[in-house]
């Protein structure tokens, strides 16, 4: 009863209250909403006409610093549909004909609640939208449609993606070398680094590292500015975030979006997505597009948001902050939650607070605000001014300054700055070649000097398969710290900071001197305790063997990162990748003998393994004489012809079958220890890696 009573007296009041102010409020705003119009559009002009002229004096000057330019992003009937996974033909709209704009100088929050649309805009308007969405419409910036990239739009996401291992500064300092014109010197790189430095005040924890798995780093607060750092490094004509103060305390979220405020303030386009914020954030932005369910609620003035709402028929009660105010009025979960409550309460007999129940559901006010924006002067003179940008972009912008980086200088950075991280983070390569030297020394001690006896080459023979499934296995080891870089890099390569052919080369590059670390210090322990064929170029060939194996395993590793970016399936995935490829490598049976369909052909010629393998055999085997199984007979040094002719008849016709073990007997062929399996493992290495220029490709 009381609940009814003082609904319906409250709902009365707010009637009389929005019929009242709504008259003057709608007479007054739209008196303001055309000076406003018209006074933005005269400093647009004036500023275009101005920064025209002064781009042409500065565009000899060096290019440290971006000009201080006009620029617009318009956006008009963005919508976004993807393919519901209940049945054919069947899809779900995320952003319903969004329109908009945002200008130089401002800061544009896009509020709404959570699954409302907010990054999906962000994404249609940075032009990163997931490849099962499909946009349509038009995003323009001063006129053109542009991608991210180039250093014009840059975005933050969510969620920070930093390497644990540097500290700020050198963070910083990779990415200004990736990002920056190659023209600029190191004098002025360092300059931006410190600005950039300055403006996030990130001074205090400059030199901190940034903190992983084993070492306890930079805050949350100071993850995200650093995150934001790292984009408005290149100084972008356009910088989007996607909720920056997600998860910060009150000061420093303040602190995040009064940074933001003084980067728009430098001639920048600022648009942000964000959740509840407090009054003191609300005040500071200029703009505000309110979202719902991919609708807009409200597109226009931050501050004549209120207005809109009380002409609507919901005005904010005093003292209340206006985001809450307008997150009550549209958020659907508050229904859920008011009901739950009410129930509850009921239960219990204690009276219910009024402000949960009033005769509208949150779903009945959201459609008559919809309606009402629709129809409203804020809609109509969004497409005004959107119309109006448009003239002005043909008449007066001039292209924008797009960065050109040199590639070699971005390949030595990302080269340098992933041996880095791979140096400083102990699961990328140290644990693993700490267990590679275990796994030989293993294998050294129960293969001691195998010898020459009329049973060393069955011996020989088993040694090989412990040696190479073990080693080969062992390096899904490495998925973990690969995956923890790959987020990183997926991350810039949205972002298109670079290329995926120089990410590529710069991981191989970098993880070089590992993989030569783990082959020889494997190769030595092996080569030396089991005593295989003696001589340095056996040594050696040992050694590059597994060198290239071990470089085919980190490609193998990096397919599947790219394909199952899921940690604990990574792993599981890695494994059965590489069981699959030793399986024909002749270990387990002679090549001859594989079921011909798949295993043999062509399995036994695709896996890398039987190569290696097939060279380790040779390697080893050819040229050594054996012990003879009966005492006088000579010693078991080549293949007999008979036994040739035999193997040929076996169809025995490629090079890398010609030495194998079978029914107890080593059959040798005279011939020098080619190199077919390192040829085959650079060939497969280098397939490997195109492969995985072809997948990214194809992904992105
Ligand atoms: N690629 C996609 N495929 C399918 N659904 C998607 C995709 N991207 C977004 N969605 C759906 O669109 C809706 C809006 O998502 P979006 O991430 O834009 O919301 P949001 O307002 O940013 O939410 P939050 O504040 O929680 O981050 C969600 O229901 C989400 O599940």
């Known amino acids: 009863m009381k609940v009814e009573e003082s609904t319906e007296n409250e709902l009365e009041q707010s009637e009389m209250k929005v019929e009242e102010s709504t008259e003057n409020e709608l007479e007054q705003s739209e008196m303001k909403v055309e000076e406003s119009t018209e006074n933005e559009l005269e400093q647009s002009e004036m500023k275009v006409e101005e920064s025209t002229e002064n781009e042409l004096e500065q565009s000899e000057s060096s290019t440290v610093m971006r000009e201080k330019k006009a620029i617009y992003l318009v956006w008009e009937d963005v919508t976004a549909v993807v393919a519901k996974n209940l049945g054919k033909g069947q899809t779900r709209k995320l952003l319903n004909r969004q329109s908009g704009y945002a200008l130089p100088d401002r800061i544009m929050a896009i509020m709404g609640p959570s699954g409302s649309g907010k990054s999906t805009l962000l994404d249609a308007l940075a032009g990163r939208l997931s490849s099962n969405v499909i946009m349509s419409g038009n995003v323009l910036l001063n006129g053109k449609q542009r991608k991210i990239g180039n250093g014009s739009i840059s975005y933050t996401t969510q969620e920070d993606f930093l390497f644990g291992t540097l500290t700020v500064k050198e963070t910083l300092t990779y990415s200004a070398h990736l990002r920056l014109p190659s023209t600029m010197t190191k004098d002025e790189i360092n300059s931006v680094i410190e600005n950039t430095i300055m403006k996030m005040g990130l001074q205090d924890c400059a030199d901190n590292k940034v903190g992983n798995w084993h070492l306890r780093g930079l805050s949350g607060g100071e993850k995200r500015r650093l995150s934001i750092s790292l984009e408005i490094l290149t100084q972008p004509y356009v910088l989007f975030l996607d909720e920056p103060t997600s998860g910060l305390d009150s000061a420093s979220a303040l602190f995040v979006i009064h940074a933001l405020k003084n980067i728009a303030l430098d001639g920048r386009i600022v648009v942000c997505s964000i959740h509840q914020p407090s009054s003191y954030i609300f005040d500071l932005f200029d703009d505000l597009c309110l979202l719902s369910s991919g609708e807009t609620i409200y597109f226009g003035e931050a501050k004549l948001a209120v207005k809109f709402f009380a002409e609507a028929g919901f005005p904010c009660p005093t003292r209340r902050n206006p985001s ?12 859920k939650m008011a009901s739950t409550l009410l129930r509850s309460l009921r239960d219990s007999a204690v009276s219910v607070p009024s402000n949960f129940e009033t005769s509208f559901t949150t779903e009945d006010i959201k459609a008559k605000l919809i309606e009402k924006y629709r129809s409203s002067e804020y809609s109509i003179n969004t497409r005004k001014k959107i119309r109006q940008i448009a003239l002005i972009n043909e008449e007066l912008m001039s292209g924008l300054i797009e960065i050109r980086i040199n590639w070699w200088k971005q390949l030595y950075t990302l080269t340098i700055r992933s041996f880095v991280n791979m140096i400083r983070d102990l699961g990328y390569f140290w644990v693993r070649t700490f267990f590679y030297i275990l796994i030989s020394l293993g294998a050294g001690i129960m293969y001691f000097d195998v010898g020459l006896s009329n049973s060393a080459f069955v011996t020989r023979a088993k040694c090989y398969t412990y040696v190479y499934d073990f080693l080969i296995c062992l390096s899904v080891g490495g998925l973990p710290s690969f995956l923890e870089e790959w987020k990183v890099s997926y991350h810039e390569l949205l972002n298109r900071h670079y290329g995926e052919a120089v990410f590529m080369l710069s991981n191989f590059f970098a993880s070089f001197i590992f993989l030569v670390i783990m082959s020889l210090s494997s190769g030595t322990i092996v080569f030396y305790m089991v005593k295989f064929h003696l001589g340095f170029s056996h040594y050696c060939y040992l050694c590059m063997n597994f060198f290239f194996c071990f470089a085919i395993m980190e490609s193998v590793a ?54 290696a393998v097939q060279g380790q055999f040779k390697n080893d085997m050819l040229g050594l004489e054996f012990e003879p199984f009966v005492q006088g007979e000579p010693k078991i040094q080549e293949i007999s012809a008979a036994a040739e002719k035999v193997l040929r008849e076996k169809n025995f016709e490629s090079p890398c079958l010609e030495t194998f073990v079978q029914e107890g007997k080593i059959w040798l062929l005279k011939e020098k220890p080619t190199s077919p399996s390192i040829i085959c493992s650079r060939g497969s290495c280098i397939s490997f890696v195109l492969a995985c220029i072809h997948v990214f490709k194809i992904l992105f």
């Open 558 to 611: 990096m397919i599947v990162a790219l394909l199952v970016p899921n940690f604990l399936m990574g792993i599981g995935v890695s494994a059965f990748a590489v069981m699959f490829l030793s399986m024909a490598s002749g270990l387990y049976r002679p090549l001859p003998d594989l079921p011909k369909f798949f295993w043999r052909y062509p399995m036994a010629y695709i896996s890398f393994t039987s190569w």
């Open 324 to 335: 809450d105010h307008f997150l009550r009025c549209i958020n659907s979960d508050f229904d």
